[in-house]
């Protein structure tokens, strides 16, 4: 167990829609990333929160947003879901920008 | 743009020694993370390099040469479980990190 935890753990939703990933960092990690991992593209990063800023960007489409808020959870919008965006959704934390990361259990999202 | 390769899959014996390579071409460099991820769960850390030479930490180490753009990850006495995909990853700048595809190594009786 990491100390990193993300609702849902699954989620099955139609093109189209719109969801929100949660996630909440090991206590006291200031840095949230969130990666996408799908069969073909591996593990893609998609942002990172430090302290409540974006502070990196990775390949996040612009249907995508992610926001950290001031207790340092974070949570990731989808919109205008598309049945290429089926994939796992992985957050990690880090106590300093510069130390490895710790990844939570995953979001696997289905898009039909 | 960013590259990194590691072969696709490897297989090896129990109780054997195996080698996952890991070649990089980058923009910058700022150290490079193995990860080791069991199928539909968590990336779980493994080991760090950020200077030239060998890192060990009991049956796992971990080799970078920064000349090269080339690091190795060294599994020794294995062991079934170890059967999982192990990741390669390069920090550039800042904190975030540039995954490669995976590894994926099945450990056999």
């Known amino acids: 167990d990491s100390g990193v935890t993300q609702t849902p753990k699954h989620l099955i939703t139609a093109t189209g829609q719109r969801v929100t990933l949660r996630c909440s960092p090991r206590?006291?990690?200031?840095?949230v990333y969130w990666y996408q991992q799908s069969l073909d593209q591996g593990l893609q990063f998609l942002i990172q929160?430090?302290?409540?800023?974006?502070?990196a960007k990775g390949n996040i489409l612009e249907r995508f947003s992610a926001q950290q808020f001031p207790d340092l959870h974070s949570e990731l919008n989808l919109s205008s879901l598309e049945l290429g965006d089926s994939a796992l959704y992985f957050c990690?934390?880090?106590?300093?920008?510069?130390?490895?990361?710790?990844f939570g259990p995953g979001t696997r999202l289905t898009v039909l | 743009g960013q590259n990194i390769d590691q072969p696709t899959e490897m297989t090896a014996t129990e109780g054997a020694i195996v080698q996952i390579n890991c070649t990089y071409q980058?923009?910058?460099?700022?150290?490079l993370f193995w990860y080791q991820q069991h199928a539909g769960e968590a990336p779980t850390f493994l080991s760090y390099n950020v200077l030239d030479g060998l890192e060990e930490k009991g049956r796992f180490s971990s080799f970078l040469s920064r000349s090269k753009g080339y690091s190795y990850l060294l599994l020794k006495e294995l062991q079934m479980k170890d059967s999982a995909s192990y990741l390669c990853?390069?920090?550039?700048?800042?904190?975030?990190?540039?995954f490669g595809k995976g590894t994926m190594l099945l450990v056999s009786p």
């Open positions: 980058t923009s910058g460099f700022n150290g």
């Open positions: 990853a390069v920090r550039i700048t800042g904190s975030t990190l540039t």
């Open positions: 929160y430090y302290n409540g800023e974006e502070r």
């Open positions: 206590s006291g990690d200031l840095s």
């Open positions: 990690a934390s880090s106590a300093q920008s510069l130390n490895e990361q710790f």
